[in-house]
């Protein structure tokens, strides 16, 4: 790794001129952190890319050496654009003690493109834009939330923003951002108030399809959810021989892909695992996805997104 760092590093340096923070190139949050704003290049010099301009820099040799164990250097060398969120050096040294030379291991591959790709957006986009979202959808798969006020995507404070690259652009953070790393079925177990909906999986075999890549989206009853059902109506959905009639009322509660609140309201409706389509509109209660509303959305995992409902819908209202 380090022969890897110390030839492109030079090849880099070689080609190109860089000068972080030049005077009058900062703006204040409430954070109290300082961002500063652009990245200049020496006469007409070209940019370089996002892997060569990290490298030039000097303080990203770890993030250098988990994209060469995750292969990822040759895909950020490519055309992009990609927007990068990167961690320096002081960032990885954060990280529990051996969490970076753990996740550096060749078994824990998976989890280390996770954790890099959840720094990445696919597209071109400035502080002013980024600041200027609530959320970002990253290559991942899940979103990282952005606070304006306070210059932040996740956990992590944006140092240096606006690094032009030949195939995107670069923000500097201070934290290493984490996605989610439990599933569906584990989210809603841990969560503690899904007991009657991981029953109800269970029961109807399901367990092992909500376990899978995915994406899907799920539309969760909570147990109070199930408890407003007419008395002994789960009781009778959880027999063998109502399987069918069960998985069906499951399936009409999943959708296939990761679709967020602002994505399902601007649809209005989306097509079930079911077969039949639910309708889903903002009204003054909050959002509603046929009678129910939601109570909590967009929690992410890794195989899909969550989204907490306080009624069980049914195939028939619809």
Do not use: W
């Not at 539309?219 to 199930?226: S, V």
């Not at 407003?228 to 063998?240: C, D, H, S, W």
């Not at 889903?280 to 909050?286: D, F, L, M, N, P």
Request: glycine fraction near 8%.
């Amino acid at each position: 790794m380090n022969a890897f760092v110390t030839a492109i590093g030079a090849a880099a340096l070689a080609t190109t001129t860089l000068s972080i923070a030049g005077p009058g190139c900062s703006s204040d949050y409430s954070s109290g952190k300082t961002m500063t704003v652009g990245m200049s290049h020496g006469g007409e010099s070209k940019k370089a890319d996002i892997i060569d301009t990290a490298l030039a820099a000097g303080s990203f040799n770890t993030l250098a050496a988990a994209l060469t164990e995750a292969d990822l250097v040759g895909a950020l060398k490519g055309d992009g654009p990609f927007t990068v969120f990167a961690p320096t050096d002081e960032a990885f040294s954060k990280l529990p003690k051996g969490t970076v030379e753990s996740l550096l291991k060749p078994e824990n591959r998976d989890q280390l493109i996770s954790i890099l790709t959840y720094h990445v957006v696919p597209g071109e986009f400035d502080a002013k834009h980024v600041l200027g979202s609530d959320a970002l959808k990253t290559l991942n798969g899940q979103r990282a939330s952005v606070n304006a006020d306070k210059g932040m995507i996740g956990n992590a404070s944006i140092i240096k923003t606006d690094i032009e690259c030949s195939n995107g652009i670069i923000h500097v953070i201070d934290e290493v951002i984490m996605p989610a790393s439990s599933s569906i079925l584990e989210t809603a177990t841990s969560a503690g108030s899904f007991s009657t909906l991981a029953a109800a999986i269970d029961a109807a075999g399901l367990t092992d399809a909500l376990s899978g890549e995915g994406p899907f989206t799920v539309f969760a009853p909570t147990d109070a959810a199930f408890a407003k059902l007419p008395a002994g109506t789960v009781e009778t959905l959880l027999k063998p021989e109502n399987v069918e009639m069960l998985r069906s009322i499951l399936l009409y509660h999943v959708v296939e892909g990761r679709v967020y609140s602002d994505d399902a309201i601007n649809a209005e409706k989306a097509e079930t695992l079911q077969g039949t389509k639910i309708s889903i509109k903002e009204t003054k209660k909050g959002v509603m996805i046929n009678n129910a509303t939601v109570q909590t959305a967009n929690i992410d995992t890794t195989n899909g997104v969550i989204h907490v409902i306080d009624t069980v819908i049914l195939p028939t209202e619809n």
